[in-house]
């Protein structure tokens, strides 16, 4: 069972539309991460999210941390072909120890020219 | 600066063999994971080590695998005998103890139990 759910599992869309990804939990988070990975690669950081409502903005991605800090959403505005990847949502409890993210099954985004 | 290596890249056995995959990961990092990743899901963590010491092996199941990090660098991850459901990516990241943990992926090694 994942910790983290993400929603939807696939996404395929043209490119310039927008899309946006979710994590949700039952969970509180100490802090939460966004990892993109494409096929044949390890995973790579987007992001960090610490505080409870906190909006970071990384070109065209937008990423929000809920104020509760059980979920978290990824926004991406005109898509590219660039964007496509399996996108990962990962967070560390207050009760893991230093170091033990928990990630969740992830999103497959596909955007087609 | 190079980032995390692994080898191999691939490795295709058959069951109740053995096989061992091997780290290397990026200068300067204390910490060193080994994660598994099935198909279509995340990676799980199956060991931690904080230089030679390992932190969290949880989820490691020790009747079959081991992993040993010698002077708190490279680190080896081994599995003996294979079985068939071990067939996964193995991915090793390394990371400096900081706020935000942002950790360094390998590329994993594709492994294939026949």
């Known amino acids: 069972t994942q910790l983290l759910e993400q929603s939807p599992q696939f996404l395929s869309i043209q490119e310039g539309e927008n899309l946006t990804v979710y994590c949700n939990s039952s969970?509180?988070?100490?802090?939460l991460q966004w990892y993109r990975q494409e096929p044949g690669e390890g995973p790579v950081l987007l992001v960090t999210?610490?505080?409870?409502?906190e909006v970071k903005k990384l070109k065209r991605l937008t990423f929000q941390f809920g104020d509760a800090r059980k979920d978290s959403s990824l926004h991406i505005t005109a898509a590219q072909p660039g964007d496509t990847g399996l996108y990962l949502c990962?967070?560390?409890?207050?009760?893991?120890?230093?170091?033990?993210?928990?990630f969740g099954a992830g999103t497959q985004v596909v955007v087609t020219p | 600066e190079a980032g995390v290596v692994q080898s191999p890249r691939y490795k295709i056995i058959e069951k109740k063999q053995p096989v061992a995959f091997w780290c290397n990961p990026i200068?300067?990092?204390?910490?060193l994971y080994w994660y598994r990743q099935n198909l279509g899901q995340g990676p799980e963590l199956l060991i931690r080590?904080?230089?030679?010491?390992?932190?969290?092996d949880s989820q490691l199941p020790k009747d079959r695998f081991s992993a040993e990090r010698l002077k708190g660098v490279d680190s080896t991850l081994k599995i003996q005998p294979a079985e068939l459901g071990d067939s996964a990516v193995y991915l090793c990241?390394?990371?400096?103890?900081?706020?935000?943990?942002?950790?360094?992926f390998g590329p994993g090694t594709r492994l294939t139990v026949l």
């Open positions: 200068s300067g990092h204390n910490t």
């Open positions: 990962a967070g560390a409890t207050a009760t893991d120890s230093w170091g033990k993210l928990q």
């Open positions: 080590y904080e230089n030679e010491e390992a932190v969290d």
């Open positions: 990241a390394s990371s400096l103890q900081q706020i935000g943990n942002e950790q360094f």
């Open positions: 999210v610490v505080t409870g409502g």
């Open positions: 969970s509180v988070f100490s802090s």
